[in-house]
């Protein structure tokens, strides 16, 4: 698709539409893919989408568009039914990754002790929960009382934190990992979590040897993740 517009602005508006800041193209509100003004929380996620608009050339590239096609999911998918996103997602808690672990005659259990259980415990100590730990495939139902938790922490989330929370915890296959990168500001310790995530693939690296395309795949899903982090804390200003 051509560029159509010359000039992009963004501005604080308030109606029936929503309050919040939206990105306008000469002088035209900018839409979600279903029709919905775009109207988001700050104005430092309101800055990051002006920028995807002002950085095209000629031509509309859609594959740099990341912001914008979660901004729109936030808007037109979370945002009309909150608790039915935060419900699914918390079912994560019960299988959570970092719960599992190999069984402790492995050499595995270690590097998972190692990683694991300090991301953890802060998890469990910021949150007021405590998680069960399991050792081998069999599924052990965590507590009612630390699912119910887990239910309304994450239905108390903004639309646009919980989009990102849910991609970011998708992609991790862990929700603790999700959670605890919405909650902090310091790139190092975001990408260590991801980096916790991924502790059995690179495990299976070192054993085997590296897949230049299991590699590649990997990174696109750290970029993925690295960008679903930043939507939630420029959502949070």
Wanted: hydrophobic share 40%; charged share 25%; aromatic share 8%.
């Amino acid at each position: 698709m051509k560029r159509f517009y010359d000039k992009v602005h963004y501005q604080e508006t308030s109606g029936r539409d929503g309050d919040g800041w939206q990105v306008t193209l000469d002088g035209r509100g900018v839409k979600t893919v279903k029709g919905t003004p775009q109207i988001v929380p700050t104005l430092a996620l309101v800055r990051e989408l002006a920028g995807e608009w002002i950085g095209q050339g000629e031509e509309l590239a859609p594959a740099t568009f990341p912001m914008r096609d979660t901004a729109d999911y936030a808007i037109d998918i979370v945002t009309p039914h909150p608790a039915g996103v935060a419900h699914k997602l918390a079912e994560y808690g019960d299988t959570d990754t970092l719960l599992y672990r190999a069984d402790p005659e492995d050499a595995l259990y270690a590097r998972q002790q190692e990683v694991w259980e300090p991301i953890l415990t802060n998890f469990e100590a910021a949150e007021g929960i405590k998680l069960a730990r399991v050792s081998g495939i069999m599924h052990r139902p965590q507590s009612e009382a630390a699912m119910t938790h887990l239910r309304a922490r994450l239905t108390g989330l903004d639309p646009f934190v919980l989009a990102g929370v849910e991609v970011m915890t998708n992609l991790a296959a862990s929700l603790v990992i999700g959670l605890s990168a919405s909650q902090t500001a310091d790139h190092d310790e975001v990408v260590a979590l991801w980096s916790a995530a991924c502790l059995e693939e690179e495990w299976q690296s070192e054993l085997w040897g590296r897949d230049a395309e299991e590699d590649d795949r990997r990174a696109k899903r750290k970029a993925d993740f690295l960008l679903a982090q930043s939507v939630t804390r420029l959502a949070l200003g």
